[in-house]
C-alpha cells in the first residue's frame, strides 16, 4: 500500500514537472517505490529474494542515474534550457 | 514497533510530497534524502537490514549526491527558480493528481480483494542469507547486474565527454565562469585565435 | 506468279523508308521512291495478272501462302494472298489509278517539308488496300480495312495544324469505326459458328450448314453490312464523306473516290454467298444503294464546293454499285467499280488542277471562264463528267450504269421501283455535273488563274481521260456489241445473273431511257447555269436543306454526339474512383488526428503509459 502511495506520488510528479532534473528525481521515487514492494512482498513469505530483488533494482538505478545525468548535461548544451518540453523535435 | 513503522512511513509519504513540489532543486533533493531515510527505517523494521543499509549508502549516498552534483554544475540560479514558479502552477497539478488518484483507487480495491495479511513479518532475514542467495541461484543476476554497471559507466563516460563545436574552440559542458580558462588552454584552429593562445 | 507478294510490298518498303528518312531526301528522291513504289507494284500486278490470264490456275483461283501469322488452339489464320478475277481486277485497279495518282501529285503538293510524310501515308495507304484486296482470310482482310481506314484518317488530317481538317480527321474515323465494330462483330460470329475465316472455306461451310434466311445468316450478313456501309459512307454512316475533303485532293481522288470507298463493295462482292444465304438483307443492300444514291445527288445539286460536289457523287454513284450488289448483279457492281475509278479520280484531279491554279479557291461560284485558260481540266471535267453522268456510246460510264440499270429491271430481284430510282439518279447526276461544269468554266470570269498545271499533272490527266473513254469497251450489253468479256472473266467467282423479268422494258428500251434521261440533265442543266446571271447560289428553305446533306449532321450532333459530350463531362470526376478517394481521404484525415498525439513531449508520454495502464487494471478488475 505504502508502495503504492509513493510510486503514484511519484508518477504524479513526472508528469508535472518541466524540468529534467526533476523528472529525474521523480523516476528515482517510483523506483524506490517499487523495491519497496518487493522487499514487502520477500518480508511477507519470509524469502530472501525480494532483498535480491531489490538490490537488482538498485543496481540499475544507479547506472539509470549515472547516464541519465550525462544526457541531461548533453540536453543542457544543445538547448539553453532545461526544459522537458524543448525536446520535442520528434513531434509529428 | 508499528507505530514506528507508521510514524516513519508517513514521514516518507509527507516527505515525498515536498519533493515534487519544490521549486528549488536542491531543496527538492534534501526532502528526497529525507524520503530515503524513511524507507530505510521501514526496511530494517520489515525484517531486511541489509537492504536497509544498502539503501542509505548507496541510493541515499551515492546517487543522491550524484544528483547534487550535477545540479550545482549547472547551475542553475534565481532564474530558474523563476521558470519554477511559472511552469508549477496549482492548475497542472489537476490531470496528474486525478490520474495518481485514479490509479490509487483501483491498486487499492484490487489489493483489498485479496487480502494483503500481516505486514510487518516476525522475522528478520539477515545479510548471510541474502549473500548465499546471491552467491547460490542468483549468481547470474549478479554477472548481468555486473555487465549492467560497466555499461552504465561507459555510457556516462562518452555521454559527459566535452563537445567540440565549430570554430574549433571547445566548448566546456561548464557555464561562463570556466569558459576563458578554456579558451586560454586549448587548442585552437585559425590562425587568428593563436594570440590568445600566446 | 509467286511474285504477288511483291505488290503490297513495295509500296509498304517505300512507307517505312520515306517515313524514317523522308525528310532528310531530296524532293526528286521523295517523289521518285513514292511514285516509283507504286509504278513496281503495278507491273508487278501486270505481270501476274498476265501469267494468271494466260496460264489460269486450277479453279481460276489462286493462293500465295506467306506465314501463318497466329495458331492458338483450334484457332489459325494464314498471312495468305487470294488472287481470282474478282482481286485481280480491283489489283490492277488500285495500283494503276494509284500510280497515275502519286504522279500527280508530285507536282500538286507544295513543297514543304510534309512532302515525304504525304508520299509515306500515301503508300501505306495503297499497301494496306492491297493486303485488304488480297487477304485469303477475313482477318488478313480486316488488318487492310483497319489500314485503309488509318491512313485516311492521317491524310484527312494531313495539313494538321488547322483545327477545322483534324475534327474532319476525327469525324472520318469514328463514323467509320462504327461499321468496323460491326464488321468485328461479323467476324466473332462468323468464326464462332462456322470456325474459320478463310473466305472460301467461309462460304462453302456457310453454303452446307446454313439455311437460305436464317437468322444466324441473317445476323452475319447484316453485320458485314454494317461494316461496308460505314467504309463506303452509304447510309446512314455516309456523314464523313463531304468533310474529308478536308485532306489533300489527290488523297480525295485515291481514297476517297477510287479505292477505299469501294472496299465494302469488294467486301460484300466477295462474301455474296453469305449475302445470297439472307435475302432479307440482300434487299436492304439494294434499298439503302437505292436511298443513297438519290438522297446524296439531290444534295450534290445545292453545294458550292467543287470537291464536296464530287464527295457527293462519289457517294451516290457508290450507291448504284450497292444497288447492284442488291440485286444480285455481281459482275455490273465490279464493272461499276472499275469505270467509276477511272473517271472519279479523273475528275478529282481535274478539280485538283483547277484548285491549284486558283491558288486554293474551292468555291464554285467564284469561278468561272476557265474554260481557255485550263483547257486540260476543261476537257477533263467534260470527258470525266460525261463518263459520270452515262454519254451514250462513248464513255465508259454509260456502259456499266446501263449494265446496272438493266439489271435493276430484268434481275430476279429487280423491281420497277429500282429502275426508276436509278433513272431518276442518272437524271441528276447528268444535272449536277454539268452544272459544275458550265460554273466553273463558262461564264464570266471571277478569278485568276495563279498557275498553269505543269507535265505531271497533265500526263495523269489525259491517260485517265483516255481510259474513261476506252475502259467500258470492256463488258458492252447485247445491243451494242455483245461482247460479256468482263462478266465471263468475273463468273468464275461472281454468279452470273439470270435475267428473269423480260417484259415491257427492254434492255435497248433501258439503254434508250438513260440516253433521254442523260440528255435531259444536259438540257436543263445548260438552261439553268450556263447563263449565270446572279452569279450566287439560291439560299433558299428547300436548298439549305440539301447543301446540309439532308441535315444528317444535325440529326447526328443532336442525337449521339452532344448527349455523349455532356455524359463525359458529367462523369469526368470519376464516380466509380470516387470510392476508392474516399477510402484514401479518411484514412488521411484519421492520420492527421493521430498526428496530434505525437507532441514529442516527455510528459506526455508519459502520462499516455499512466493512462494506458489504468485502463488496463480497469479491465482485469472486470474480468475477474
Not at chain 2, 511552469?87 to 480495491?109: D, H, K, Q
Not at chain 3, 474478282?86 to 517539308?113: A, K, N, Q
Request: glycine letters at 8%.
Amino acid at each position: 500500500m505504502l508502495a503504492t502511495v509513493l510510486f503514484l506520488l511519484g508518477l504524479a510528479g513526472l508528469l508535472t514537472r518541466r524540468n529534467l532534473i526533476f523528472t529525474l528525481m521523480c523516476v528515482e521515487i517510483m523506483l524506490n517505490a517499487s523495491g519497496l514492494a518487493f522487499v514487502a512482498a520477500g518480508a511477507r513469505w519470509g524469502q530472501v529474494d525480494g532483498q535480491i530483488m531489490f538490490l537488482f533494482i538498485l543496481t540499475m538505478a544507479a547506472a539509470e542515474v549515472s547516464v541519465g545525468l550525462a544526457l541531461v548535461l548533453q540536453f543542457h548544451l544543445k538547448h539553453p534550457t532545461l526544459d522537458a518540453d524543448a525536446a520535442s523535435e520528434m513531434k509529428g | 514497533m508499528l507505530a514506528i513503522f507508521y510514524i516513519s512511513s508517513a514521514v516518507a509519504v509527507l516527505a515525498t510530497l515536498m519533493t515534487i513540489t519544490r521549486r528549488n532543486a536542491i531543496h527538492a533533493l534534501l526532502y528526497l534524502i529525507v524520503s530515503l531515510l524513511a524507507i530505510a527505517i521501514d526496511f530494517y523494521l520489515m525484517g531486511a537490514p541489509f537492504v536497509a543499509a544498502l539503501e542509505l549508502i548507496i541510493y541515499a549516498g551515492a546517487i543522491m549526491v550524484l544528483f547534487v552534483f550535477v545540479v550545482m554544475m549547472l547551475n542553475i540560479g534565481e532564474q530558474a527558480s523563476e521558470t519554477e514558479r511559472e511552469w508549477l502552477r496549482p492548475r497542472s497539478w489537476v490531470g496528474p493528481g486525478l490520474l495518481a488518484v485514479v490509479l490509487l483507487v483501483e491498486v487499492a480495491s484490487l489489493l483489498s480483494l485479496r487480502g494483503t495479511g500481516e505486514r510487518t513479518g516476525a522475522d528478520v532475514i539477515a545479510s548471510k542469507q541474502v549473500g548465499i542467495a546471491l552467491f547460490g541461484p542468483y549468481v547470474i543476476g549478479v554477472e548481468l547486474s555486473s555487465l549492467l554497471l560497466t555499461a552504465g559507466l561507459v555510457g556516462a563516460y562518452h555521454l559527459g565527454r566535452k563537445v567540440a563545436s565549430k570554430e574549433g574552440e571547445i566548448r566546456d559542458i561548464d557555464t561562463a565562469g570556466s569558459r576563458a580558462v578554456a579558451r586560454d588552454s586549448t587548442v585552437s584552429a585559425g590562425p587568428g585565435r593563436t594570440s590568445h593562445a600566446a | 506468279m509467286n511474285l504477288l507478294w511483291l505488290a503490297p510490298a513495295f509500296p509498304f518498303v517505300s512507307a517505312a523508308l520515306l517515313a524514317v528518312f523522308g525528310t532528310r531526301l531530296s524532293r526528286r528522291l521523295v517523289a521518285m521512291i513514292g511514285s516509283g513504289s507504286i509504278g513496281f507494284s503495278f507491273l508487278a500486278a501486270a505481270f501476274v495478272s498476265a501469267r494468271f490470264l494466260m496460264q489460269p490456275p486450277p479453279g481460276n483461283a489462286y493462293v500465295l501462302p506467306l506465314w501463318t501469322w497466329m495458331a492458338a488452339a483450334n484457332f489459325r489464320i494464314d498471312a495468305a494472298f487470294y488472287l481470282d478475277p474478282v482481286s485481280l481486277l480491283m489489283l490492277l485497279v488500285v495500283t494503276f489509278v494509284g500510280f497515275l495518282i502519286h504522279v500527280y501529285s508530285t507536282e500538286y503538293m507544295p513543297y514543304d517539308r510534309d512532302y515525304a510524310r504525304f508520299f509515306a501515308y500515301m503508300n501505306l495507304f495503297v499497301a494496306s488496300m492491297l493486303v485488304l484486296i488480297l487477304g485469303s482470310n477475313l482477318l488478313v482482310l480486316y488488318l487492310g480495312w483497319e489500314g485503309v481506314g488509318l491512313c485516311s484518317y492521317l491524310l484527312i488530317g494531313f495539313w494538321y495544324r488547322d483545327p477545322a481538317n483534324v475534327r474532319a480527321a476525327n469525324k472520318a474515323f469514328l463514323v467509320t469505326r462504327i461499321g468496323d465494330t460491326a464488321f468485328a462483330i461479323g467476324l466473332f460470329l462468323l468464326f464462332t459458328k462456322l470456325g474459320t475465316l478463310d473466305i472460301q472455306q467461309l462460304m462453302q461451310l456457310a453454303q452446307t450448314h446454313w439455311a437460305v434466311g436464317s437468322s444466324v445468316a441473317i445476323a452475319a450478313a447484316a453485320l458485314l453490312l454494317g461494316g461496308a456501309v460505314g467504309k463506303s459512307a452509304q447510309l446512314p454512316l455516309q456523314t464523313w464523306l463531304p468533310d474529308a475533303m478536308a485532306g489533300p485532293t489527290p488523297t480525295s481522288a485515291l481514297i476517297h473516290a477510287a479505292t477505299m470507298v469501294t472496299a465494302g463493295v469488294y467486301l460484300i462482292a466477295r462474301t455474296h454467298v453469305l449475302f445470297s444465304l439472307a435475302p432479307q438483307v440482300q434487299l436492304a443492300v439494294a434499298v439503302i444503294g437505292a436511298a443513297t444514291l438519290l438522297i446524296s445527288a439531290l444534295s450534290a445539286l445545292a453545294q458550292t464546293d467543287i470537291k464536296r460536289v464530287l464527295a457527293y457523287s462519289t457517294i451516290s454513284q457508290i450507291g448504284y454499285m450497292f444497288l447492284a450488289l442488291g440485286l444480285g448483279a455481281w459482275s455490273a457492281a465490279m464493272f461499276h467499280f472499275m469505270t467509276h475509278a477511272f473517271f472519279k479520280a479523273l475528275l478529282f484531279l481535274a478539280a485538283g488542277s483547277v484548285i491549284h491554279a486558283l491558288h486554293h479557291e474551292q468555291n464554285m461560284f467564284r469561278m468561272g471562264g476557265l474554260r481557255r485558260e485550263l483547257p486540260v481540266a476543261f476537257w477533263s471535267f467534260v470527258i470525266g463528267g460525261s463518263a459520270l453522268a452515262g454519254l451514250p456510246l462513248l464513255t465508259s460510264g454509260f456502259y456499266s450504269k446501263d449494265l446496272i440499270l438493266w439489271q435493276s429491271w430484268a434481275g430476279p430481284n429487280g423491281n420497277f421501283l429500282f429502275w426508276v430510282c436509278g433513272m431518276a439518279g442518272a437524271l441528276l447526276t447528268a444535272l449536277y455535273i454539268y452544272r459544275l461544269i458550265f460554273l466553273v468554266f463558262y461564264g464570266p470570269s471571277h478569278a485568276h488563274v495563279a498557275a498553269r498545271p505543269g507535265r505531271a499533272m497533265n500526263f495523269s490527266l489525259l491517260v485517265l481521260c483516255v481510259f474513261s473513254l476506252i475502259g467500258g469497251f470492256v463488258d458492252t450489253p447485247p445491243n451494242f456489241g455483245g461482247v460479256p468479256a468482263l462478266s465471263n472473266f468475273l463468273n468464275s467467282t461472281l454468279p452470273e445473273l439470270k435475267e428473269v423479268h423480260i417484259g415491257p422494258i427492254t434492255e435497248l428500251f433501258t439503254a434508250i431511257c438513260a440516253s433521254l434521261v442523260f440528255a435531259t440533265g444536259l438540257i436543263f442543266a445548260y438552261a439553268l447555269y450556263y447563263r449565270r446571271h446572279a452569279g450566287q447560289p439560291v439560299r433558299s428553305m428547300a436548298a439549305q436543306f440539301l447543301f446540309s446533306g439532308w441535315g444528317f449532321d444535325w440529326l447526328y450532333s443532336r442525337a449521339f454526339v452532344r448527349p455523349y459530350v455532356r455524359l463525359s463531362h458529367l462523369l469526368r470526376g470519376d464516380a466509380v474512383d470516387a470510392l476508392y478517394r474516399w477510402l484514401t481521404d479518411v484514412i488521411q484525415a484519421c492520420h492527421r488526428g493521430l498526428r496530434v498525439t505525437e507532441t514529442g513531449h516527455v510528459r506526455w508520454y508519459a502520462s499516455g503509459l499512466a493512462i494506458g495502464s489504468a485502463l488496463f487494471i480497469v479491465f482485469i478488475w472486470l474480468a475477474r
